[in-house]
């Protein structure tokens, strides 16, 4: 175990090392990442400048949701947004000589970069939460510190598995990338939302195969004491790790099914 992390930490400081070194190229880009994530911010707070509550949340408390929403998504997309080259590097032949290596396919291609611009989205989710805890009333004691950690580390490992679960379906569409962008950029947009906005349809997408949902409003939800979603208990914030283990399945089958049907570059 020891020996693949130190590979592992390795390979991802070279990448990091390399970005760096171009410094203006990479101040840049983390400009850049910064600018959008304050566009989508302030879109929230423009929404919330024109009325009192949107869904039963107001501006204070879908702050939280944004951070803990934002910045799962920003870990996630850190380690694992790469995996959008997928296509890419069946195309080019290059994922063939992933095979050849003794480490896992899905391993190589976690490591195969690594976009430090990302770093950018982090600070906004950052922000936006501290602003979210700062601003509402909360009552701290062990309950809230933990639901807190679960919903960052079940709402990271949620939106990693979506990553994944995109790449595995590269395998079986052709130019399908924007489909698949459709539920993993799509689903950590809608996680920045109170779910009571959403429409049936996508209450089933958003709340139940891809549960991001679980990602921040349910925890949040309960954090706060807020009634959640008709027929749902105030306690299922608490579920975030079923969620996640879910979407690690889901994840985990479309990668192996994806990986068994591909059959080189070449045909």
Request: hydrophobic residues 55%; contains cysteine; glycine residues 10%.
């Amino acid at each position: 175990m020891a020996e693949p992390l130190r590979a592992y930490r390795a390979v991802l400081a070279s990448r990091a090392r390399s970005q760096a070194s171009h410094r203006a190229s990479f101040r840049m880009d983390l400009i850049g990442a910064l600018l959008v994530g304050t566009i989508e911010l302030t879109e929230i707070w423009v929404l919330y400048t024109a009325t009192d509550q949107i869904g039963g949340f107001t501006l204070a408390q879908i702050l939280l949701v944004f951070g803990l929403s934002d910045l799962a998504f920003s870990l996630a997309d850190l380690v694992a947004g790469h995996c959008d080259n997928l296509p890419v590097y069946v195309r080019a032949g290059t994922l063939d000589v992933f095979f050849l290596r003794p480490q896992p396919v899905l391993a190589q291609l976690v490591t195969s970069d690594l976009s430090l611009r990302r770093i950018g989205r982090c600070l906004i989710g950052a922000t936006a939460l501290a602003a979210g805890l700062a601003l509402n009333d909360l009552d701290w004691n062990l309950g809230t510190v933990g639901l807190l950690v679960l919903a960052l580390v079940c709402g990271f490992v949620i939106f990693t598995a979506q990553f994944v679960t995109a790449a595995g379906l590269q395998f079986f569409l052709i130019n399908g990338a924007e489909m698949t962008n459709a539920f993993v950029y799509g689903g950590r947009y809608a996680a920045t939302q109170p779910a009571t906005v959403w429409p049936r349809a996508l209450l089933v997408l958003f709340g139940v195969i891809f549960p991001v949902a679980f990602a921040a409003y349910f925890p949040v939800s309960t954090l706060l004491g807020m009634p959640g979603l008709a027929g749902l208990p105030t306690w299922v914030g608490w579920c975030a790790p079923v969620a996640a283990l879910w979407a690690v399945v889901v994840a985990g089958l479309c990668w192996r099914w994806g990986l068994r049907h591909y059959r080189g570059a070449g045909g």
